[in-house]
C-alpha cells in the first residue's frame, strides 16, 4: 500500500455558521439516520462553542528494576461540549430548564404595562441531538446521545445581555455513533 500524503488525507470541517438542535437521539437503521428533525437553530455567541474529548486517563504499572511501563491501560478521555446562547426567548427557556419552569407574567410600572416571562430556576437535563453545519453548508457534524445542563447568566461583552450556557458532554450507549461526519452528496 502506497504512503498516502496530507492532500490525500485532507478532510476538512471548517466554520461552524449554525447549530441546530433536536429533542429526539438519533435512530440508525441499516446505516442510514434518515430525515433530520431540527426544532430550534439556536443563536450562539461567537467563540463559545467547544467540543473537545480529554485525554486518556493512563494507568502505569511498574516493576522494580525497569524504567518503563511494565503495562498500560486507560479510559477514554471524557467529551465536553458547552456554548452561549444570548437569548432569553421562550422556546430557549423551556429547552433549558423545561416548559413548567416558564410562566407568562404581566406588571405595572409608572402606569405602564409590561409582559413577559417567569422563570424557576430547575436542573434540567437537555438530552437529544445536536447538528452543527459548517459555512458553506454542505456538512454537517452530528453529536448524538448528549445531556447538557443549562444555567442563565448576564454577560458583560455586550453590555449586559442575558444569555444561557449551555454545558454537558455526550451519554454514549456503546453501539450508536455519538460523533458522525457528513458531506452533502448528490
Not at 500500500?1 to 470541517?13: I, N, Q, R
Not at 486518556?56 to 458547552?82: F, T
Amino acid at each position: 500500500m502506497a504512503m498516502k500524503t496530507k492532500a490525500d488525507l485532507a478532510d476538512k470541517f471548517s466554520g461552524a455558521s449554525s447549530l441546530l438542535y433536536q429533542s429526539a437521539k438519533l435512530a440508525i437503521e441499516n446505516g442510514s439516520i434518515g430525515a433530520l428533525a431540527p426544532e430550534l437553530d439556536v443563536p450562539v455567541k461567537v467563540d463559545t462553542l467547544t467540543f473537545e474529548q480529554g485525554e486518556p486517563d493512563i494507568e502505569h504499572y511498574k516493576v522494580i528494576g525497569l524504567a518503563g511501563d511494565w503495562v498500560q491501560s486507560a479510559e477514554p478521555g471524557d467529551i465536553s461540549l458547552s456554548f452561549r446562547v444570548p437569548s432569553k426567548h421562550e422556546d430557549v427557556l423551556k429547552m433549558a430548564f423545561g416548559a413548567d419552569a416558564v410562566s407568562q407574567l404581566t406588571a405595572t410600572k409608572g402606569g405602564e404595562n409590561f409582559a413577559g416571562l417567569g422563570l424557576v430556576l430547575k436542573n434540567k437535563k437537555v438530552t437529544g441531538t445536536w447538528i452543527i453545519v459548517n459555512d458553506a453548508e454542505d456538512q454537517l457534524v452530528i453529536l448524538n446521545n448528549t445531556s447538557l445542563y443549562a444555567s442563565i447568566v448576564l454577560d458583560q461583552d455586550a453590555k449586559g445581555v442575558i444569555a444561557v450556557d449551555f454545558n454537558g458532554s455526550i451519554e454514549s450507549d456503546g453501539s450508536t455513533p455519538d460523533i458522525i461526519f457528513l458531506k452533502k452528496s448528490a
